[in-house]
C-alpha cells in the first residue's frame, strides 16, 4: 500500500480517482476505467471518508465527454501534441488509446509526478512531466509548432484566473493550431464543492465562472466551439439527464459545472 504525501489542490486527485473506481465497479459504468479501480486499491487512504461525493458519476461523465473530445481531435490530427495538464493518477492515454504517431504529456505537480511513476511508466510517446502548470519554462520540453491539444480535467479550478489565463496564452503561441478543452465551475457549485473539501481531502477551488463570456475573454485568440452541461452529455446517466431537464431553469445547476472546447488559430 503506497502512502499519500501530497498538499493542498494535489490531494484532490483522490476524489475523481476514487469517482472513476466507483463507475468502474458499477454495472452500469461509464468510462470502463479498470485503472483506477486498480490503483485506488494500491493507495494507504480511507476512501470510505470522501462520503460518496453525491455527483461522482457526474466526474466519470467529466471524463467521458472529454476522452471523446480528445479522440475525435486525434482522428483528425493523428500527429498530435496531447498535454494532459493536471492529470493526477488519471488513466486518459490508456481510455483515449492515441495511434503511435501522437505524442502525450502527462503533466502535474513533482509530488504527484513521483507517487504517479508507481502506477505508469514513460515510452518516448508517452512522458510525464514534473511541474506546476504555472512556472512559465516547462512548454519549453513540448514539440512546438502544433497540431496540440490540451485537456484539463478538473484542473483550472485550483488555479487563479490570472494563472488559466496566462497558460492559456502560453498554449496558443507555442502551437499555431489546436484544441483545449476544461471543465469550468459555477459559483454555486464552488461554494459547497469548497466546503466538502474542507471536509475532507483539502484543497480550494479559487477560479470559477458564471458567465462563460468571461472564460472566453481569458485569451482572446481560443475560439468556443462547444459548451456542454455534464448533465446533458450524451452518456449523462439517465436519471441525471431527467432531474436536469426538470430543474434546468435553476441557473446553479445549468452552471454547475460545464465543459468548454476551444480551437485556434
Ligand atoms: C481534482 S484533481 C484532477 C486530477 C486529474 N485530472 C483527474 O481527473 O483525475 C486536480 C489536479 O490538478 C493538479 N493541479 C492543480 N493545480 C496545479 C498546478 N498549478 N500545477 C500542476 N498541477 C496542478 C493537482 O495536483 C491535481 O492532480
Known amino acids: 500500500m503506497l502512502r499519500i504525501e501530497l498538499s493542498g489542490a494535489q490531494r484532490t486527485l483522490l476524489i475523481p480517482l476514487y469517482a472513476r473506481a466507483l463507475d468502474y465497479r458499477s454495472p452500469r459504468s461509464i468510462l470502463h476505467d479498470r485503472s483506477a479501480d486498480e490503483i485506488a486499491r494500491r493507495i494507504d487512504f480511507d476512501f470510505s471518508t470522501l462520503g460518496h461525493w453525491r455527483g461522482s458519476p457526474l466526474l ?3 471524463a467521458r465527454q472529454l476522452d471523446e473530445w480528445a479522440s475525435e481531435y486525434l482522428t483528425r490530427r493523428p500527429g498530435a501534441t496531447v498535454l494532459n495538464l493536471g492529470c493526477g493518477l488519471d488513466a486518459r492515454f490508456e481510455r483515449v488509446r492515441p495511434p503511435p504517431s501522437v505524442r502525450w504529456f502527462d503533466v502535474d505537480y513533482p509530488e504527484v509526478i513521483d507517487l504517479r511513476r508507481n ?5 518516448p510517446n508517452h512522458r510525464m512531466l514534473a511541474t506546476s502548470l504555472t ?6 520540453a513540448v514539440d512546438p509548432g502544433g497540431p496540440g491539444l490540451a485537456i484539463a480535467d478538473g484542473v483550472f479550478e ?3 484566473e490570472g494563472e488559466v ?3 492559456l496564452g502560453r498554449l496558443v503561441e507555442r502551437w499555431s493550431e ?3 478543452a476544461f471543465d469550468v465551475m459555477g459559483r454555486r457549485t464552488v ?3 469548497n466546503r466538502r473539501l474542507d471536509a475532507t481531502v483539502g484543497g480550494r477551488i479559487v477560479w470559477s465562472a458564471d458567465d462563460l463570456r468571461s472564460v472566453d475573454a481569458l485569451e482572446p485568440r481560443l475560439r468556443r466551439t462547444a459548451a456542454r452541461s455534464v448533465f446533458e452529455t450524451p452518456y449523462t446517466p439517465a436519471a441525471f439527464r431527467t432531474l ?3 430543474l434546468f431553469f435553476s441557473p446553479g445547476l445549468r452552471r454547475a459545472i460545464r465543459l468548454l472546447r476551444y480551437e485556434f488559430p
Open 158 to 160: 485550483y488555479m487563479a
Open 60 to 62: 466519470a461523465v467529466r
Open 178 to 180: 489546436g484544441e483545449v
Open 119 to 123: 502506477f505508469y511508466s514513460e515510452t
Open 191 to 193: 461554494r459547497s464543492v
Open 244 to 246: 436536469a431537464a426538470v
Open 165 to 167: 489565463a496566462g497558460l
Open 135 to 140: 512556472a512559465p519554462e516547462w512548454l519549453g
